[in-house]
């Protein structure tokens, strides 16, 4: 990647003539089986150009409860597109279409209307977990009955394709538009696209200009976001494996709860349930023995496996966990 960007040929991307960007935005876009795409520098703002475009101001947005796009985007909905997101519980990350259909609002004197309706393909927040392609199908279907746009945030897309078998752009054929990252578990040092129609891409150059993502020269970074395209979907595998057994001998530790089975691909959520014992302090000592996680709640912990990370690191986490919780807490 580093040598793609030292030999990456630029332009200016502002005015749409950076042959290494032109080239990511074709390839992603024929990859996803969508007209045509827009690097944008991160997912966050992927998501949130999005939903601009496909809401007016006032509208209601259907988000799943635990999703990225609701929780930890920093209020965008609100902030930015002007909406009211409307929050549907889910199984492990698909909604139930009956129960998408039912929170779907006509516009009226003292109602918004429902424009969008968004869905997270792997979800975070449910440990990774794949949304089946059945599922996309039939809140498609919701869709459709009642005229609405329906978005991916698909940060992982690539990861659900790996560990379901079912390719990316298969799951794109049932959404208008998705996002997905470079960075993340396709190891690019910065960067996400969003994929979708001619119409909506245009308008959603515009929002990203309005947003300060409109980058020059940016061929430079977008030359390692191609590496990452041609050479690091099929070695997510790998980390799907690391994280499966992360998870198997994490959950043979007192002190640990979690179900191997939960983990479908490279991010393993467990509580910590040793007396006394709580996230942040889990996560400091674990720092001490050299492995770096997350607090993700009060006894929360979310570990990922990724490409700098191999067999021998998995098992040194797993005995750096040990060797923590056989200690009694911090005062
Ligand atoms: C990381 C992530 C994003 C946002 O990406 P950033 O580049 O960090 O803004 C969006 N959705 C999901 C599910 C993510 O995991």
Redesign the pocket.
Known sequence: MRQAMAAAEVGDDVLGDDPTVQRLEARAAEMLGKDAALYV???????AIAVKVWTQEGDEVIVEER???YN??VAHLSMISRVLPRPVPSQRGAMDPERVERAIRKRGLHIPGTSLICL?N????WGGAVVPLENFRAIREVADRHGLKVHL????IFNAQVASGVPAREFARYVDSV?F?F??GLGAPI??ILVGPKDFIEEARRVRKLLGGGMRQVGVIAAAALVALETMIDRLADDHRRAKRLAQGLAEIPGIALDPETVETNIVFFDIVAPGWTAPAFVEAMKQHGVLCLAAGPQTIRMVTHKDVDDTDVERAIEAAQRVLRQSPPA
């Open positions: 520098p991160s997912g966050t703002m992927g998501n999703s990225h796009i930890l985007e997270e792997t979800h975070n927040y945030d698909g940060a992982r996002m990252c960075s993340k960067g996400s």
